[in-house]
Every structure is written in C-alpha cells, then in structure tokens.
C-alpha cells in the first residue's frame, strides 16, 4: 500500500520544468522543529503547508525572523546534492546571534535538509531542465509576547520549491540602477539574511522595476560611494586585465556564490581575486560584471544607471566571456558534471 501511494504521488507531479520561473508551489512536506523551554524539539515533516503562530510573535512585530537559501541539485546519474550546506547553516547561527534568537545545530540543519529533500524527491527537476528545488529554510520567533524582547518560543522550518531562474531569460544580461535608498544601515543588520533588510527593500525594487531595471543596486550606507549589493545579489566585476573583483563591507550579505566563485576564479581559472571597494564612479575598470547567488546563480548585469548615465560593461545583450566560464564551471560543479572542492558537495543519500 505504501509503495502504492508512492507512486501515486510521484504521478501527481506534472511540471514544466523547462518554463518554471521562481515562484511559490505547494510541496508535499515541510520540515517543522519547535524551540521550547530551552531547547529544539525532535523536528518533523508535516503536509500542512499552514502554520498557526500567537497574534503577538516577535517575528511579526519586531522582526524577529532569519532566513537561508539553498538548492538541491539532480546530477547526470539521478542522484541529488546539496551545495556547501554547512555554510548556509554557519550562516544562518550569525544571523541568530545578531537577533537574539537559538541557533539550530549543524547537525540538525543538514539532515532536516536532506530529509526535506529526500520527502519531496519528485520535485527535484530532471538533470538538464536547467531548474532545481530551491530551499527555504528559516527562524521565526513565535509566543505570546508583546514588550520589545527576544520571543520566548521559536520555530525552525524548511520548505522547498522548484525553481527556474530568478531573473527573467536565465543567462542574460539585466539592466540595474542605483537605488536612492539604502537597504541596511552602517553598523546595522546588512551582514545577516534578515526579513527586515528585505522589507526596507520592496520599495526601491519597485521603483527601479517600474523605472525598467530588473532591480536596484544599493551603495554603502555611509558614503554612497561604493557598490555594496545588486538587488539580493552580491557584485562582482572583472577588470580589463581579468582580475575578479566584489566589495568589502560589513554590511553585505556575505553570498555563498560569492565566496564560491573567487575559489572557482582563482583554483579553476587561473585569475587573481580581490575582495575590495569598489568605486560606483569607477566602473571604468571593468570589462565584465555580474550579480551571484544561489537564487541568481549568475546573473550578468549588462549595465548600471547612476545619475542619469547608463554605463554599459560587455554588452546589453551578450554575456561576456569570463562570465560566462565562472557560470559554467559553477553550475558544473553543484550538477555534479565538474569536480567539486573537498566538501562543497552533500549528497542526499
Ligand atoms: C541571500 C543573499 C545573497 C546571496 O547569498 P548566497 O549565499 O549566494 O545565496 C546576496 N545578497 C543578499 C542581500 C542576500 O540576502
């Protein structure tokens, strides 16, 4: 009878894969873990796709809420890993310190991943489609609580959903211009993925939507010199003489795909790699350049409007060569087509 309902399910599934965009679809299980008197609970998959939370949780008031993102990827052979998902949980216990909230152990963020996975297999798009199944886990506070203070209940969650490309047309290059907002404060939240830096940000994306962009770029709080992020992407530029450049700054989300691609730039390509500011008025130096993210994976920015002047880098149309190589051996390595750096793969067995 089990095996029977399997199957079932596994017909149930009828995807596009080839045309998903990246947008919300109900999965089969969610994995739910419960913070309570000090400790998790055991965690469990559930189907409810619902989840029922006090009027007065922290996560709806004061923010009080972290999230990740990561993806799961079908390899030529039909197994399916997961990319440097230790990193996505280091991350997440940053950005649980910051906010007063429990870390959820490594341990326990990689198998509640796995298991998420492994409940929703038939979701996994096919190796080749180009999509994969995007994972959202995160922490919100939760309890009957209205005085500003940290929660007294919390609630871990993953969900997933397939994914197609983030940006419109996958490698392409978009459109940015520089946002008159800032997204994060000096010294504030820009280094950790919480919600509150994304809420300060749904205006000036849809401004820059509304203005023809594919979204903004945000400059450094404090002197709105240097390019700190791309929308909810990290920057990077190439020089003429083909060094890979990205910003420095507390407060930049510190991307995965980022840190991923200066490995991938220096160990695979040969380039020289610089983590250093990078000047808006300066955008001279570069021949190249891109947003990276496991949403965006690599998304070429064909230019970037900053006082009324468009700046064009390779092209409006064309992806640029290096661009282009970083994309391929990225996307190499978490398909399993490319060897992968000791530990960035995680196999979900
Ligand atoms: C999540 C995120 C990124 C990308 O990080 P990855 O680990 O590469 O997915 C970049 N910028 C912001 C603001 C983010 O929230």
């Not at 008031?61 to 990827?73: I, M, R, S, T």
């Not at 297999?121 to 096919?126: A, D, F, I, S, T």
């Not at 309890?143 to 047309?169: L, S």
């Not at 040969?270 to 983590?275: I, K, N």
């Amino acid at each position: 009878m089990k095996g029977e309902d399997i199957v079932s399910a596994k017909e149930k599934v009828n995807i596009d894969w080839e045309n998903l965009r990246f947008d919300y679809i109900k999965t089969d299980f969610r994995y739910i873990s419960r913070w309570k008197d000090g400790k998790w609970d055991e965690g469990e998959l559930s189907e409810d796709n619902m989840l029922s939370i006090s009027e007065a949780s922290t996560a709806l008031h004061y923010g009080q809420q972290c999230f990740e993102g990561l993806k799961a990827y079908r390899t030529k052979d039909g197994d399916i890993q997961l990319f440097r998902p230790d990193e996505n949980s280091k991350r997440m216990a940053v950005s649980c310190r910051r906010l007063l909230m429990p870390e959820v152990p490594e341990d326990k963020f990689i198998e509640a991943c796995k298991r998420v996975v492994k409940a929703n297999e038939q979701y996994v798009p096919p190796y080749g489609t180009g999509a994969t199944l995007y994972l959202r886990p995160f922490v919100i506070g939760v309890g009957h609580n209205v005085g500003v203070k940290p929660a007294p209940e919390y609630i871990f969650c993953i969900f997933c959903v397939p994914v197609g490309p983030y940006f419109k047309g996958g490698l392409a290059p978009v459109n940015f211009n520089v946002a008159e907002y800032d997204r994060a404060a000096p010294y504030g939240t820009g280094g950790v993925k919480v919600g509150g830096n994304y809420a300060a940000s749904l205006l000036p994306h849809e401004k820059a939507v509304k203005a023809g962009f594919a979204d903004c770029i945000y400059l450094d709080p404090l002197t709105h010199t240097k390019i700190e992020e791309v929308g909810a992407a990290n920057f990077f530029g190439i020089t003429k003489d083909n060094k890979f450049i990205t910003p420095q700054s507390e407060s930049i989300l510190p991307s995965i795909t980022k840190y991923s691609l200066m490995h991938i730039a220096k160990e695979y390509l040969g380039m020289e790699v610089e983590e250093r500011d990078v000047l808006v008025d300066k955008l001279d130096e570069f021949a190249e350049a891109g947003a990276c993210g496991t949403a965006a994976v690599i998304t070429p920015i064909g230019g970037i409007e900053y006082k009324g002047k468009m700046h064009v880098f390779f092209s409006e149309t064309e992806v640029g060569p290096v661009t282009h190589k970083l994309y391929d051996t990225l996307c190499g390595i978490q398909i399993g087509d490319i060897e992968a750096p000791k530990g960035w793969i995680v196999k979900v067995g």
